[in-house]
């Protein structure tokens, strides 16, 4: 553990790699970036180290010695606590900052501390507005029946909604006040003994988190986004979210779009070669057509709460939490984590699922760092070991016969995979 650093004063980034730097508002990565890694708490160490040398293969594969990440580890949780005497030191946080670049493990919710939750800190301080989860299938024991044909990635927005934290007990003096408030300015009865929260939803955050998402399907060569909304209901949030988010479509992307009413108005119904489709979906029927129609969504944007119950349901439809990634991104930053906790009760024992740590570090290297090759690599090796049934305990007790493989002998095998692969084949199936 030596060598970490606690406060901003001692950051020293480490000689062999090169910071990433920020162009016109994009993040431009050296061949030897500096990437701070947090390895997290419970099953943290385990997966991290899985998903380094996973990502360090694929790397040296596709590249050789051209390109290399430079590892630089930072603490937080856990083993900040011991080290620094919190649980979440500044330097982690400025060397972020510094780097542009992070890939982290889960981190226990700390119970009666200063923290709601040390994740929610982290994406606050590093304003890290979209959060990010690509739902995707590689051959995993799934109960859907279209399980193949799941592939999209929902672009979740991160700071707001009701999920920003202003909310009030029954009874409590704040929530009698706004009850008060509310009967005097504009004649609203509540009943005295609710809990109030607030939904706040503002265009700037909305048209960012879109910007985002736009982004994203163009570098991507996808061809639909879909705004996930309830706005029939909450006009002046979820609506307006809705409103914010075509405005940004149609006025900054407007080469690339074609909204839903114009594909039937101008185009017949048939979307045009290297176009977008922009449409939206009420929440609900949106919660239905992932499972009915998966293979419409491709790209779907939505607010804070309404993203939380798609990411799941979308995670569930292909085989759970030990294979669903996450990255969370704001202006030129993002932080790779996957969706799953720290499961403490299988904390040091080599048993889990690695998989979804190694995804969002290729969220991180190939999608925002842009090394586009190492997403097909990784990905060849994850599907040629789940069919070979070379697979942990939790894909393995869904698979008759198959008897579960420790955490480090399924990294290995990824390893192995991605050295043996034929570049060519791989690559040119992309
Ligand atoms: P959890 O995701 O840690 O674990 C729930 C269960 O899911 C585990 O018992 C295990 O059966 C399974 N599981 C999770 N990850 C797995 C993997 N990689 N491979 C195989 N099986 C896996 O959820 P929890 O038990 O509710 O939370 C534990 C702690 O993690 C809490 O402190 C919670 O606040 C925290 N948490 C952190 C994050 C994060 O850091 N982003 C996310 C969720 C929960």
Redesign the pocket.
């Known amino acids: 553990m030596a060598g970490i650093p606690c406060t901003p004063e001692e950051l020293k980034p480490p000689a062999e790699g090169q910071l990433a730097k920020v162009v016109d508002g994009k993040v431009v990565v050296p061949d030897n970036p500096v990437v701070v890694f947090i390895e ?1 708490d ?2 943290g160490p385990e ?1 991290m180290a899985s998903a380094r040398k996973v990502l360090d293969a694929a790397i040296s594969k596709v590249y050789g010695t051209q390109r290399k990440i430079v590892w630089w580890e930072m603490a937080a949780g856990e083993k900040a606590q011991q080290l620094c005497g919190k649980l979440l030191p500044e330097a982690t946080i400025e060397a972020i900052k510094m780097t542009r670049l992070g890939l982290k493990g ?4 700390p119970v009666g501390s200063g923290f709601r ?1 040390l ?1 929610v800190a982290i994406r606050m301080l590093l304003d890290l507005y979209s959060n990010i989860r690509p739902v995707k299938w590689y051959g995993q024991p799934a109960p859907h029946r279209y399980a193949d044909k799941v592939n999209f990635v929902v672009f979740r927005e991160n700071t707001e909604d009701v999920y920003a934290g202003i909310e009030w007990p029954m009874g409590s003096q704040e929530a009698l006040k706004i009850i008060e408030f509310l009967k005097k300015e504009f004649g609203i009865e509540l009943p005295k003994d609710s809990g109030i929260g607030i939904k706040p939803i503002s265009e700037f955050k909305t048209k960012r988190h879109m910007r985002r998402a736009m982004e994203w399907a163009i570098s991507h060569g996808n061809k639909h986004v879909t705004i996930m909304h309830k706005g029939n209901i909450m006009k002046y949030t979820e609506g307006a979210f809705r409103a914010w988010a075509y405005e940004v479509a149609v006025q900054e992307f407007r080469e690339y779009v074609v909204t839903e009413e114009e594909l039937w108005e101008k185009y017949n119904g048939q979307l045009p070669e290297g176009k977008i489709l922009v449409n939206d979906r009420i929440a609900d029927n949106m919660l239905q057509q992932i499972i009915t129609r998966p293979w419409d969504y491709e790209v779907i944007v939505t607010p804070n709460l309404n993203g939380d119950y798609i990411s799941d349901e979308a995670n569930a439809l292909v085989g759970g ?2 294979m669903a990634p996450g990255m969370n991104m704001g202006d030129a930053i993002a932080v790779g ?1 996957p969706v ?7 904390a040091g024992k080599n048993v ?3 998989t ?1 740590e190694i995804l969002s570090g290729v969220l991180l290297v190939a999608d925002f760092m842009g090394w586009r090759e190492v997403r097909p690599v990784v990905e060849y090796a994850i599907r040629k070991a789940i069919s070979e049934k070379i697979v ?1 305990y ?1 894909l393995a007790r869904h698979m008759p016969g198959v008897e579960p493989v420790k955490t480090t002998e399924y990294t290995d095998a990824l390893v192995g995979f991605i050295k043996e692969a034929d570049l060519g084949e791989v690559l040119g199936k992309q």
């Not at 889960?106 to 919710?109: D, H």
């Open positions: 997290g419970g099953i997966i889960p981190l226990t919710t939750s994740n939490i030990g984590e799953h906790g720290t499961a403490p009760k299988y889990i699922n690695p979804a942990t939790d």
